[in-house]
């Protein structure tokens, strides 16, 4: 039988009262932050990305499920009549350290099998908060990798780990905003303006993982991150694998895997949606200049160019702006510089 101490409905046993307890993996809706309500944005034709009003953004309410398992069927409708008793109930979560005030949204499934059963209900949490929360000085958090960065603050800082499938996140181009376009019936395709070309803005989705010796720490880590999201203002994500810095603001996040394990410790494997404001595709392009800053440029007198230096391979090549290579006078050999120690 299971442990009772673990889940209190307004203040009563769950597991005492109904036979209730919380499924195992049940949590991570718990856990789940809120995300932002819908915030004010203006798309300029002639810019890349979108113009977002976060002065002061709120949070709007948040929905998730939680799986129950009851010990006795014949307990569910007493279980039911309870939560539809007013609107409002306080769930007090032992083994989270945290206290919620809940209410029923829906039913979303219910199974027996001769006294047991599993029941899916959905609440909603009406009165979220911004967390607080600091980061740990850098190195202090025994997590072992860097690349990352918000606002300056190394990810390994928050207590956590990047996980595979967000380097590509990152580097997915974004999608191509429509410019204008002219179709006319009597003729063939449409008139198309191919002057420039602008991206839309877009959403990085960031996979992280805590793994926390206690259910305290896993909380100091958590918070101390979206402290920092749900700030208003843009955020700054660096990339050091580019490397490049993008300005993007929080969205929306979800926690595919929330365990407690036998010695207490937590395992929270979770996404976090970002959005990048203005994202252009960044080349790692250099320009070569004088020491008073002038560009060097190509000798044509009527179309001068600068000249632009494009690792490859180990080594860097001389380029002019239009993508034609730098050569010498007496051949077609390519000018590079070896980049390799």
Known sequence: MRETGKLFIDGRDAMFEYGIFVEKGGYKGVVQMPSFKTLDTTEWEEFDGVEVDLLSPVLDTRQFQIQFCITNVRYAEDFFDDLATGAYHNFQFTELGKTYRLRMVSNGSFSSFIKLGKLTLTFADDFPVVPSGNPYQLGKSEVRQSGYELDGIDFSQFGSYILR???????????????????????????????????????????????????????????????????????????????????CYYKSMSVSKFEILRDGKIWCEFSVILTFTAYRPESSWMLLATEDFDWVITEDAENPARIKVRPKYGISLLVTEDGKYIITESDSDKIYINNQN
Request: no cysteine; charged share 30%.
């Open 165 to 247: 499938g967000s380097d590509d996140s990152i580097r997915k181009a974004a999608n191509i905003r429509d410019a204008l376009k002219i179709s006319v019936k009597s003729i063939s395709g449409i008139d198309y303006d191919d002057e420039e070309v602008h991206f839309k803005a877009k959403d990085v989705t960031l996979k992280l993982l805590i793994d926390a010796e206690n259910i305290t720490e896993f909380w100091r880590r958590y918070n101390s991150l979206f402290a920092i999201l749900m700030q208003s203002e843009s955020r700054i994500l660096y990339f050091a694998n580019l490397p490049a810095e993008y300005d």
